[in-house]
């Protein structure tokens, strides 16, 4: 089955700063790449997704890109801000389930 | 986006009893949900793949007889937490299928997450 590794588990930024955070995964068949945005007892947000015939995708402040040879993507938030605090998952899907990564908490410091 | 709901939002009780999380999806057909357990701090963890008129998929280590997932419409699933002990508290979300579009290289499926459910067993 697929299985997805996200680093780094923590993360700390200054406000205005960039985040990048990274997961691999290890299922070819995967097609699917959403990021997931979750605040404290709250439901995960989808936040982006990436597809895999598409190797970049930006909307605003937020980018994620995808290398499917090294079975790679990444999250990239530019100039953070401190609601961008949260704990954010990525996720690879098949078209038979999504596996999550461990998250990332980001923390975006005034 | 499509919208799923979960009821209740959060419940406790006592160690022992029986309790049933609902999972609908409100404004699309779901011929598959899947249920989500959460610890403080953690990841999202599959427990489980609810399908519509047939028996749910079960994750290794997930008890099948402890966690009951009843897919009897298109619409609701529902989990039910039976004789809970104060291990089984956690944080409980389901998600639904829903089909988005297709492109040139056919259908795709997105998954919209319910609210998730707060499960106290004292």
């Known amino acids: 089955g697929e299985n997805v590794e996200q680093h780094p588990s923590t993360l700390s930024v200054q406000e205005g700063d960039s985040a990048v955070i990274k997961c691999t995964y290890s299922d070819s068949a995967s097609n699917y790449f959403p990021w997931y945005k979750q605040e404290l007892g709250k439901r995960p947000q989808l936040i982006i997704d990436i597809r895999s015939n598409v190797g970049e995708k930006k909307d605003q402040r937020i980018a994620v890109t995808l290398n499917k040879t090294a079975k790679h993507f990444s999250l990239h938030i530019t100039e953070t801000q401190p609601e961008d605090s949260a704990v954010y998952f990525c996720?690879?899907?098949?078209?038979?389930?999504?596996?999550f990564g461990a998250g990332t908490r980001l923390t975006v410091k005034p | 986006g499509a919208v799923v709901s979960q009821h209740p939002s959060r419940v406790i009780c006592k160690s022992g009893t029986s309790v049933k999380i609902e999972c609908r999806s409100l404004d699309f057909q779901a011929t598959t949900m899947f249920w989500y357990r959460q610890f403080p701090k953690q990841s999202l963890m599959l427990m489980a793949t609810?399908?519509?008129?047939?028996?749910?998929?079960?994750e290794q280590g997930v008890e099948k007889d402890k966690f009951l997932i009843n897919h009897a419409s298109l619409t609701l699933s529902t989990l039910t937490v039976t004789s809970a002990h104060p291990e089984d508290s956690s944080f409980y979300i389901c998600?639904?299928?829903?089909?988005?579009?297709?492109?040139?290289?056919?259908?795709?499926?997105?998954?919209?997450f319910g609210p998730g459910t707060r499960l106290t067993v004292l």
């Open positions: 996720a690879a899907y098949n078209n038979n389930d999504m596996r």
């Open positions: 998600s639904a299928r829903a089909f988005v579009g297709t492109s040139g290289r056919g259908a795709y499926n997105e998954q919209f």
């Open positions: 609810s399908n519509e008129g047939s028996k749910a998929t079960y």
